[in-house]
């Protein structure tokens, strides 16, 4: 009992008896030991259950190191796991091609190759077509309204019980912002115009130009500027004019599209391998989604931040900024639902998804176009 020293020392009776032979000292300095030993055991035994182990992880990228802003989103998860976990659980990052290539990472990522990656999930709709929602549809949902759906709408939910027959996991960890409508070597006259044009553009807005005519291929960032350089394709979206303008797109075509109807607000995503996922301690698991969430909300406003002075630079410098036609953008959104429409009644798990997501799109756009739609389309006439 940790008290029973303190009886013995404070009772007037056991008192009396205990300065007869000296015992007060014995037992006020039993009392201290006790308290010491007791102070001493508790103490190891929380700093033993605070202590985590030392863990390394690899996270393979779809991304080069030189665009250092969707690059960054990676970098950003591995900086904040280190910096909360006291540094013990740091996870490194690999640039596209340093351990998979850039559109392989849910490969890896599955295999256990890796224990988790940075990319884009519509890059693997060939494996399930519903992974293209994780990062965005055309004419679909701008950046604020996926975090919504994604965070508040059960839209995460509802992508990792798809991803959860693959053995993994996934958490938002970037985003782009609204596109540029991409680049082009010549300047589009109408439908016809797009008839056996070779573009690369990947996910769902690939389908969609595909019904359209065209021929669509689907790079990694870094193949880009060549492909488009040596004429191997016609056109190529990328992200905006900051990472457009790194990659040097400008010099290879000169008119650049808008508004990027088939990326309106891309996630980018942060792939973990269930088995690696569920033998870390609690507390690390609750660091890596803190981190994914920071790199989720830092990119979208790095890009915000420097898409509009990049802009500047490349019309300075000869680019031609072109809209996209009303003819265009009408059949691609009529192609865009209709290619909705023919997945789900062939696919179980796009149909469930595509129904949630589209019950929300129906109530969030309502809703932004009495605030947002309002406001912005009499302050940005101005």
Not at 264 to 278: E, K
Not at 322 to 341: G, M, P, R, T, W
């Amino acid at each position: 009992d940790l008290f029973s020293p303190f009886i013995l020392l404070f009772n007037p009776m056991q008192r009396r008896k205990l300065l007869g032979t000296g015992a007060t000292a014995l037992t006020a300095a039993l009392g201290a030991s006790y308290l010491s030993s007791c102070k001493i055991r508790r103490e190891g035994e929380v700093s033993q259950g605070q202590s985590n182990p030392k863990i390394l992880w690899r996270m393979a990228t779809s991304w080069p190191h030189s665009l250092d802003t969707i690059y960054g989103g990676a970098e950003t998860i591995s900086e904040r796991v280190k910096a909360l976990s006291g540094g013990n659980f740091e996870i490194k990052p690999y640039a596209a091609g340093e351990i998979v290539p850039g559109l392989e990472v849910l490969d890896a990522v599955q295999a256990g190759s890796v224990e988790c990656g940075h990319t884009a999930s519509y890059y693997y709709i060939g494996k399930n077509p519903s992974f293209a929602f994780g990062t965005s549809v055309p004419f679909g949902l701008t950046a604020q309204q996926q975090n919504a759906w994604l965070y508040e709408g059960g839209g995460n939910k509802a992508l990792n019980a798809v991803y959860a027959d693959f053995g993994v996991l996934s958490f938002p960890a970037g985003n782009t912002g609204a596109q540029m409508g991409g680049w082009f070597k010549r300047k589009l006259q109408g439908l016809d115009s797009l008839q056996g044009l070779k573009m690369r553009i990947p996910g769902l807005g690939g389908k969609v130009m595909a019904q359209l005519g065209v021929n669509v291929q689907v790079l990694p960032g870094g193949e880009i500027y060549l492909a488009l350089d040596r004429g191997a394709i016609d056109a190529a979206e990328w992200t905006g004019p900051y990472d457009d303008e790194k990659l040097g797109l400008s010099r290879a075509a000169r008119f650049y599209y808008y508004p990027g109807w088939w990326e309106p607000g891309p996630t980018l995503t942060a792939l973990v391998n269930q088995r690696a996922w569920n033998k870390l301690p609690t507390d690390y698991q609750q660091i890596f989604k803190t981190a994914c969430f920071e790199a989720n909300l830092s990119m979208l406003n790095r890009y915000d931040n420097l898409n509009g002075a990049a802009l500047k630079r490349l019309v300075s410098g000869g680019t031609q900024l072109v809209s996209y036609d009303e003819q265009i953008l009408k059949a691609a959104q009529e192609a865009a639902f209709q290619i909705y429409a023919d997945i789900a009644d062939r696919d179980t798990s796009f149909r469930e998804l595509f129904r949630q997501w589209q019950g929300f799109r129906q109530e969030i756009y309502a809703w932004n176009r009495v605030n947002e739609f309002s406001f912005a389309s009499y302050s940005y006439n101005l």
